[in-house]
């Protein structure tokens, strides 16, 4: 089953919070925009939809947050949102600890290559009206998380959503490594 975080942002990136403006999505095509690693463009080849990619306000300053991103609502009813911060614990939790990010009940977890030598963990399936995907894995020494949702009634199914899910963490990672060498 999805956490209550999960549902939470799905709620807020659906548009039932606090009603802001929108940042300005970056653009769609060219180098992926240093913020957010990935473009639209490389979405759009992974999820087959047109995508528009956009930096998040962090509540409370983000202190600790080096990146949180997500997508706009797309026309599928799917959500799609990043974040590296700071793990907020002294070492930073194990491969095998980061496990307790992604369990939730019902959900089915299973261990992943992300590439560059990046293995981590996805959990998924549904609950409450919702599927969803989560991955995560210590990102040069940072927490790495990617969450992909989409509503029941949408016909995504829960494998579409963990293929997109992965493809996405796959792709920051590549992006990280580029940034970092």
Do not use: H
């Not at 999805?2 to 548009?15: F, I, K, Q, R, W």
């Amino acid at each position: 089953m999805l956490s209550t975080a999960a549902l939470a942002l799905v709620l807020l990136a659906g548009g039932c919070g606090d009603e802001e403006p929108s940042p300005e999505p970056n653009g769609s095509a060219g180098e992926p925009e240093p913020a957010c690693l990935v473009t639209a463009e490389q979405l759009a080849e992974i999820t087959g939809t047109p995508q528009e990619v956009r930096e998040v306000d962090v509540p409370g300053g983000g202190l600790g947050t080096e990146l949180a991103c997500e997508t706009v609502l797309d026309e599928r009813e799917v959500s799609m949102r990043w974040s590296l911060r700071e793990p907020g614990i002294d070492p930073p939790p194990t491969l095998e600890e980061q496990r307790t990010y992604v369990e939730d009940p019902g959900n089915e977890v299973e261990t992943v290559d992300l590439g560059a030598g990046q293995s981590g963990w996805v959990g998924f399936g549904t609950s409450a009206g919702l599927t969803g995907a989560n991955v995560v894995t210590l990102l040069d020494d940072l927490m790495f998380q990617t969450s992909v949702t989409a509503y029941d009634d949408t016909g995504v199914s829960v494998e579409k959503v963990r293929d997109e899910a992965l493809a996405l963490a796959e792709a920051v990672v590549a992006g990280q490594e580029r940034v970092t060498r």
